[in-house]
């Protein structure tokens, strides 16, 4: 029986069957999942023996630092970061090729864009330290060095086993209701940024009219 017209032959992919049948020819498009089990004990046997590798040290690897997720969607939120900047070590007062000896993720890339970013990793810097105890490399009084923690105080430390090391704070999305100040009433957002946008444009022209000022100073 022919078609009419340029059509497009007949290609059904449906292969779901009714009743009785449903049993036999649909098993093989289902996915069982009977190892859930086996996986979990897995993963969890993965996770000691991963931990007991890296003892005495935190469990979780390097100290990352809170950074905010890119894109206008995620940014409200917090998550680890790849590594401290170099702004955010100097303020805490970490020499960067100390801060790889001691557990501490360094990234050369990332700029800090605001104060408060940088405060934040600062202060989790410093509490990071002020856990930090450092175990002797070789046995001995000799073995020990100069900011190394005293033997002391080195018996029975628990390994840190938090997948952060230090907690991701989570920040307070809600914002309690108040009342609108005189000074927010009295500031226009609209002419704030018309004016940004205006400095910005004339720049360049300004710079060049007070150079040529000065310029006919100087003669």
């Known amino acids: 029986m022919g078609h009419a017209g340029?059509?497009?032959i007949p290609n059904v992919h449906f292969r779901k069957v009714n009743g009785c049948?449903?049993?036999?020819?649909?098993?093989?498009?289902?996915?069982?999942?009977?190892?859930?089990?086996?996986?979990?004990?897995?993963?969890?046997?993965?996770?000691?023996?991963k931990a007991?590798?890296?003892?005495?040290?935190?469990?979780?690897?390097?100290?990352?630092p809170v950074v905010h997720p890119p894109t206008q969607r995620y940014n409200m939120k917090l998550r680890l970061g790849k590594g401290f900047t170099i702004d955010e070590l100097k303020e805490a007062k970490i020499p960067v090729k100390q801060a790889k000896t001691i557990g501490i993720a360094v990234d050369h890339r990332r700029r800090n864009r605001r104060t408060e970013s940088l405060q934040a990793n600062v202060q989790r810097l410093k509490l990071y330290m002020l856990k930090l105890l450092i175990f002797p490399k070789k046995s001995g009084k000799k073995g020990v060095k100069k900011g190394d923690t005293p033997r002391s105080e080195l018996q029975n430390v628990a390994q840190n086993t938090l997948k952060e090391i230090i907690p991701?704070?989570?920040p307070d999305l809600h914002i309690k209701a108040r009342a609108i100040t005189k000074e927010e009433k009295e500031n226009?957002?609209?002419?704030?940024?018309?004016k940004a946008r205006t400095d910005k444009k004339y720049l360049g022209a300004k710079l060049k009219k007070a150079k040529a000022a000065s310029g006919k100073a100087e003669e």
């Open 52 to 64: 007991a590798k890296l003892f005495p040290r935190p469990a979780a690897g390097n100290l990352r």
């Open 168 to 170: 991701v704070p989570k």
């Open 188 to 194: 226009s957002a609209y002419k704030t940024l018309r």
């Open 21 to 49: 049948q449903a049993g036999r020819k649909n098993r093989v498009f289902m996915r069982t999942w009977l190892d859930q089990a086996g996986r979990k004990k897995r993963r969890a046997n993965y996770r000691k023996a």
């Open 6 to 8: 340029n059509n497009v």
